[in-house]
């Protein structure tokens, strides 16, 4: 089974970036739509970003748009969450997960592998 390694996270201040990576370890990571989640403390676990197996297709929380982008590299099986003009708001444990279908999906339940997450944590 795939497992996915996601890191990058850390604390910087408001208005800073981050660029969360998740390493795959297999290549069938090349076949799987891949999803950015976070878990703000305290609250449930929401959708940030996806992206289609073969990155033709992104999709993007409202939160998230125009200020995060979401990529993938198959050959270094590989996605990253880039995260500009962060907000105390985006403090949460952001998670990568792949879904065994190709296609992007905004609900936890169609991901099939999960990250061990990465705190980001945005200062005022």
């Known amino acids: 089974q795939v497992h996915l390694v996601d890191s990058g996270g850390g604390l910087v201040q408001a208005g800073g970036s981050l660029r969360l990576s998740c390493v795959a370890s297999?290549?069938?990571?090349?076949?799987?739509?891949m999803g950015w989640f976070r878990r703000p403390a305290g609250k449930e676990r929401e959708f940030v970003a996806a992206?289609?197996?073969?990155?033709?297709?992104?999709d993007y929380a409202d939160s998230a748009k125009g200020r995060f982008r979401i990529s993938r590299d198959n050959l270094k099986n590989t996605v990253w969450l880039q995260m500009n003009s962060l907000k105390p708001e985006d403090t949460a444990v952001y998670y990568c997960?792949?879904?065994?279908?190709?296609?992007?999906?905004?609900?936890?339940?169609?991901?099939?592998?999960w990250g061990q997450g990465t705190q980001v944590t945005v200062s005022s």
């Open positions: 997960a792949a879904s065994y279908s190709s296609d992007t999906h905004r609900t936890e339940d169609m991901y099939d592998i």
């Open positions: 297999e290549r069938t990571f090349s076949t799987y739509a």
């Open positions: 992206i289609r197996w073969n990155g033709g297709s992104t």
